[in-house]
């Protein structure tokens, strides 16, 4: 028992250096995507450890995860695909209102989805945990995210240092 905590606290070091390394360097969409794939890792094993999941638990869980974070990081892109053609349609100097409505009502729906995959998820981790499970679920998932902004901010900040360094 003791070894496979060892071996998932040095797995989730390992992956979450990799996370903050990927952050550091440029941030290619390569980059992104793997360290959005690490993230997901991480999340998995951390959540998997902190709420004592059993194997059956857990081949439950992961794919079901890892098909709504896929969904999830393409209604992102869609998203950042809009937004895009919004700034374009902002710059403009008239620029038509019928066509900023339908940009921001695309925006609102795509936002809606990833707020029912979210749902979705919380749902089937409903169906496959216990009440204590999901009662510490709650509690990983604050946490997990508190720590991993907080980590990125550092990393931003490193970067920013670096940058600050090189111009010197």
Do not use: H
Request: proline letters at 2%; charged letters at 40%.
């Amino acid at each position: 028992m003791k070894t496979r905590y060892i071996f998932t606290t040095l797995l989730c070091l390992l992956l979450l250096s990799s996370i903050l390394s990927s952050a550091v360097q440029d941030e290619q969409p390569q980059n992104r995507r793997r360290a959005r794939e690490n993230m997901r890792t991480l999340w998995l094993l951390r959540m998997t450890r902190v709420l004592e999941l059993t194997e059956e638990q857990t081949a439950k869980i992961f794919p079901i995860v890892s098909r709504i974070e896929k969904e999830k990081v393409e209604l992102y892109q869609q998203i950042e695909k809009q937004i895009r053609e919004l700034r374009l349609t902002l710059g403009k100097e008239e620029p038509d209102q019928k066509e900023l409505k339908n940009k921001i009502d695309k925006i609102k729906e795509l936002r809606n989805l990833i707020k029912e995959k979210d749902e979705e998820l919380e749902d089937r981790l409903e169906e496959n945990m216990t009440l204590v499970q999901r009662a510490k679920y709650l509690m990983f998932a604050a946490r997990f995210y508190r720590e991993l902004r907080e980590n990125l901010e550092r990393a931003r900040i490193q970067r920013e240092r670096q940058r600050q360094k090189i111009k010197k």
